[in-house]
Nanobody, 121 residues
Framework: QVQLVESGGGLVQAGGSLRLSCAAS????????MGWYRQALGKQRDLVAT???????NYADSVKGRFTVSRDNAKNTVYLQMNSLKPEDTAVYYC???????????????WGQGTQVTVSS
């Protein structure tokens, strides 16, 4: 069984910064892609950033230049550094891992519990 635990959300003023963390534990054979989605109240869940096992990154246009995704493979952890935050960044942020629990080759997606980020104007 695999668990993802997020931390680092909170309330911040516009222009401020927050750093989210998401650590995976349990029966993990290998991790491929890690990343973050967010869901604002009443809206769909949207992709924010991804990072592959080769550390290639991808960002939503709305966060490019402000957010940075990184990973620590030794700790099975993904981070999201968020700078120059705007009120429109307010949402629940969810991390995800695409990982394998054995060497069968099948990969599954696991989700964190979500953490609230609120940016005040």
């Amino acid at each position: 069984q695999v668990q993802l635990v997020e931390s680092g959300g909170g309330l911040v003023q516009a222009g401020g910064s927050l750093r989210l963390s998401c650590a995976a534990s349990g029966s993990i054979f290998s991790i491929n892609v890690m990343g973050w989605y967010r869901q604002a109240l009443g809206k769909q869940r949207d992709l924010v950033a991804t990072i592959t096992s080769g550390t290639s990154t991808n960002y939503a246009d709305s966060v490019k230049g402000r957010f940075t995704v990184s990973r620590d493979n030794a700790k099975n952890t993904v981070y999201l550094q968020m700078n120059s935050l705007k009120p429109e960044d307010t949402a629940v942020y969810y991390c995800y891992f695409n990982l394998r629990t054995d060497d069968s080759g099948r990969s599954y997606r696991y989700w964190g519990q979500g953490t609230q980020v609120t940016v005040s104007s």
